[in-house]
């Protein structure tokens, strides 16, 4: 055979995945009804529809709750046992993925928490949506449907997610088609799920159109740290600043 005529090997490659993980609780049905009247008796008593105050102006017909709705109630049941799922849920994700960086990097007895530093419940109603945003102050994300209420591929009401790369598809040709026309994509709620994704990227809750019924979820910022190095920080910073 000829030189010219020989195969050329390609490899591929793939460089910087992006995951997201949806878990599914099979007690959410036990708990739901709790939970719907949790939601409700709670926005009865905020004095605002943006109780947290973050960002108003991308927000339409929606009540969002402080950013501490966990902290607050999640000792106590409905709330609890929501808390319990969405922590055992991230540590077994965020583990599996860091194994084995966690393995080559970090002593194996370091304390490694899981911490829902801030948790809040929204209600969205018919029209209601949430504008293109993301997270910079946590590694990781999730949102748990309580109830979808009418939230459907056809209705609308879906957790829509931007490619990372679309700051940087500016020029585009029919070389680089078999990823531009790819760059938004979709999680369709259900209830009982958990949806975990990385904090950098984009995502928006799409317009609710011609609901009867509300979507209610919880939200989440998680931050992963090492217990032994956190106390190690504050006490080396107390002692410079007594």
């Not at 993980?21 to 739901?32: D, L, R, V, Y």
Request: some cysteine; overall charge negative; proline content about 4%.
């Amino acid at each position: 055979m000829s030189e010219e005529r020989k195969k050329i090997a390609i490899r591929a490659q793939p460089l910087w995945q992006t995951f997201i993980f949806e878990i599914e609780n099979p007690n959410h049905s036990k708990i739901k009804e709790d939970l719907v009247n949790f939601s409700y008796e709670y926005k009865k008593g905020a004095k605002k529809d943006i109780e947290s105050n973050v960002a108003p102006s991308i927000k339409r017909g929606m009540f969002e709750s402080s950013f501490d709705i966990f902290e607050r109630f999640g000792e106590e049941e409905p709330v609890k046992s929501v808390v319990d799922f969405c922590q055992t849920s991230l540590r077994q994700t965020i583990t599996m993925l860091n194994r084995q960086t966690w393995a080559e990097n970090i002593p194996q007895d370091a304390n490694i928490v899981f911490d829902i530093y801030e948790s809040w419940l929204h209600i969205t109603k018919e029209g209601g949506y949430h504008e293109i945003h993301n997270h910079d102050n946590c590694s990781w994300c999730a949102v748990y449907y309580i109830d979808i209420g009418d939230t459907s591929k056809e209705n609308g009401g879906l957790l829509r997610f931007y490619d990372p790369r679309w700051p940087t598809g500016l020029y585009t040709d029919y070389g680089n088609m078999y990823w531009t026309g790819n760059q938004l994509q979709t999680a369709t709620p259900a209830d009982g799920k958990l949806i975990i994704f990385p904090s950098y990227l984009y995502h928006a809750a799409t317009p609710l159109n011609k609901s009867t019924k509300d979507r209610i979820n919880f939200a989440m910022n998680v931050r992963v740290y090492n217990e032994d190095e956190a106390i190690t920080a504050i006490e080396d910073f107390r002692s410079r600043h007594n």
